[in-house]
């Protein structure tokens, strides 16, 4: 499969999040705010579990895909929260409450914002759980 732009990669890993049911996720455009990426693609984990288990089905499916790995990982020793970072898109993966308390989307809240509708449209040809 060709290289996906950095949009199409946030909303394929936005299509993986939800095909492993995930929580509120979002895709923040940051490219014209920000030198740190591209895009910022969040979701809320149910659990600890949950947190890890998206991290590893990201990382794996983009791996198959694109034979894209994260230029880094980070996460805290009770699997609340992790980030995998492409570097024109990084995943952020929190647990409900950590998402509360970090609120990315308040202090990014001047990022435009890709609809749910618009990046389920653009993947619409992908099924995750086929990978």
């Known amino acids: 499969m060709k290289e996906p732009s950095s949009r199409e990669l946030a909303c ?9 049911k995930a929580k509120e996720i979002d895709i923040l455009n940051i490219a014209n705010i920000s030198i740190v990426s591209d895009y910022f693609v969040i979701c809320s984990a149910t659990s600890n579990v949950q ?3 998206l991290s590893g089905n990201i990382s794996g499916i983009l791996k ?3 034979n894209r790995l994260p ?10 929260w992790h980030l995998l970072d ?3 898109v990084v995943v952020h993966i929190m647990h409900e409450e950590e ?10 809240s001047h990022a435009c914002k890709i609809s749910t509708e618009e990046w389920m449209e653009e993947t619409k040809d992908i099924n995750p759980g086929e990978i």
């Open 86 to 88: 492409y570097g024109d």
């Open 12 to 20: 394929v890993i936005a299509r993986i999040m939800d095909d492993k």
């Open 51 to 53: 947190v890890r288990t």
């Open 64 to 66: 198959k895909l694109y």
């Open 99 to 108: 998402r509360q308390y970090y609120a990315l989307e308040k202090f990014w």
């Open 71 to 80: 230029q880094k990982e980070e996460t805290d020793s009770k699997n609340r």
